[in-house]
């Protein structure tokens, strides 16, 4: 009954984004009034939507990334033109040209547009384009409840045509030619990664490093150092971290088991009951970083070109380190805990956490956290305490952090709890990530060249 409500309430709050006083006959409006006291829960409500269809349709991690940064570009863009403190995205991030500009002597509701920019690339990158449809369906009823019909006739033609802008660029991504790439090998080498219990799936997205970068040159940038070589001698580097892992999980704290469960975060969790197998869902882990951002933005009050902002840079951030984190698992292809344990250690051990099915090295978790940290300290500022109430509606309770960097090392140190990442790829991903997320705080410049230094 929660998600349900959830799911309802962002739409409730459509009517008091675009609602005037009268609805009956619309008046003409000042555009430019309409802009000032736009809601920015128009845009929340977006994202929050994309991010409930894309648990519906199971996206992987790094595919919701993706789908998160080419949606805020979007809506980003949309806002640039009537946003004198923004710089458009064209020319920073790869191969994007300028978007198609406004009309001239057109007046427009930028937010409106873009969120109509938003909803046209989500629902083209979706499984379930109708549950994003339905969203947009509802906004446009709405605005043309209180809005001028030429207004919204102009503002919804723009956001398409930013649309279309963005759904061209995509299209030169790599990714409809990784959907043909071959699967990953399982082999018997000693230390190579191969698939988990309970479901025995197949590596997700081994070609995830052939996607296009937004800010990162390459994806091996910020490559790590190699994982201490395989071994199963006493003593050695790397089954003293497999030690590790065990023996947490044998004497685990309660207060670490909540940490490993709130940032768990694995958006296809199976279960097994006798002979019968069904499987639980929810957000991956760069959709908990948009919530952060959400919560933060929203602290601040920010409206709803900020808003964008946030949640743009934010992305790419996320997006560019699932490349750089899937580059070195699928370059490392390194054993996971469970494996090791149950093979040399103890054949009936569990982790806390189910083991994701891909490789370990580095941990994902801790590469974007550490990555949209740095971001979200350099947009907010440093020490910006929240109350990260993100997982509250799949049943776990709130958390308080006093600065994204705090949250980020728990999230690193969440893997380890839940017996799914040896303390290595924990704190080899943090550095990974805090490179990446610095390169996009250099690279990506959201800030017009006259108010970047305010």
């Not at 949606?71 to 994007?96: D, N």
């Not at 370990?360 to 956290?369: C, P």
């Not at 350099?378 to 952090?401: I, M």
Request: hydrophobic content about 40%; charged content about 20%.
């Amino acid at each position: 009954m929660l998600r349900r409500v959830l799911l309802v309430l962002p739409l409730l709050g459509l009517a008091f984004v675009l609602s005037g006083c009268e609805t009956s006959t619309p008046k003409p409006v000042d555009p430019v009034a309409l802009e000032s006291a736009s809601d920015p829960e128009l845009l929340h409500a977006t994202v929050k939507r994309l991010t409930d269809v894309m648990i519906r349709d199971i996206f992987s991690p790094p595919q919701a990334a993706r789908a998160y940064a080419y949606t805020t570009i979007a809506a980003y863009e949309a806002m640039v033109p009537a946003s004198p403190a923004l710089r458009s995205l064209a020319g920073q991030v790869a191969a994007l040209e300028p978007v198609p500009a406004p009309p001239e002597a057109v007046p427009l509701h930028h937010p409106l547009a873009a969120t109509q920019a938003a909803y046209g690339v989500a629902e083209a990158l979706v499984f379930s384009p109708a549950e994003i449809a339905s969203h947009r369906a509802s906004m446009e009823e709405r605005a043309r409840a209180s809005l001028p019909s030429d207004l919204v006739d102009a503002s919804l033609a723009y956001g398409d045509a930013v649309a279309a802008h963005i759904l061209g660029w995509i299209n030169t991504d790599g990714y409809r030619e990784t959907r043909s790439a071959p699967a990953y090998t399982v082999t018997d080498e000693p230390g190579r990664w191969m698939p988990t219990p309970p479901a025995y799936m197949d590596g997700v997205e081994p070609s995830w490093n052939q996607i296009r970068p937004f800010a990162l040159a390459t994806a091996d940038q910020f490559a790590p150092p190699p994982p201490p070589p395989y071994s199963t001698e006493p003593g050695s580097a790397f089954f003293t971290q497999v030690l590790e892992v065990y023996e947490i999980g044998q004497s685990i704290t309660e207060e670490q088991r909540a940490i490993a469960s709130f940032w768990d975060c694995n958006p296809y969790v199976m279960h097994t009951r006798g002979h019968a197998m069904f499987a639980t869902k929810k957000l991956t882990p760069g959709g908990h970083w948009i919530g952060i951002t959400a919560i933060a933005s929203r602290m601040r009050g920010d409206d709803y070109a900020e808003t964008a902002e946030a949640y743009v840079r934010t992305a790419i951030a996320l997006s560019d380190a699932f490349i750089s984190a899937w580059d070195e698992k699928y370059r490392s292809n390194l054993i996971r805990p469970e494996t090791v344990i149950n093979a040399h250690i103890d054949e009936t051990w569990i982790p806390v956490l189910q083991t994701p099915p891909f490789p370990e090295y580095t941990s994902g978790h801790s590469v974007i956290s550490a990555a949209a940290s740095v971001v979200l300290t350099d947009h907010f500022g440093e020490n910006f305490a929240f109350s990260d109430t993100t997982e509250v509606e799949y049943g776990l309770p709130v958390r308080d952090f006093p600065s994204f960097e705090i949250a980020a090392e728990e999230a690193a140190i969440s893997r380890l709890y839940g017996g799914i990442h040896y303390r290595f790829a924990a704190e080899e991903g943090l550095i990974q990530g805090r490179n990446v997320g610095q390169h996009v705080v250099d690279q990506i410049q959201t800030r017009a060249p006259a108010l970047a230094s305010q």
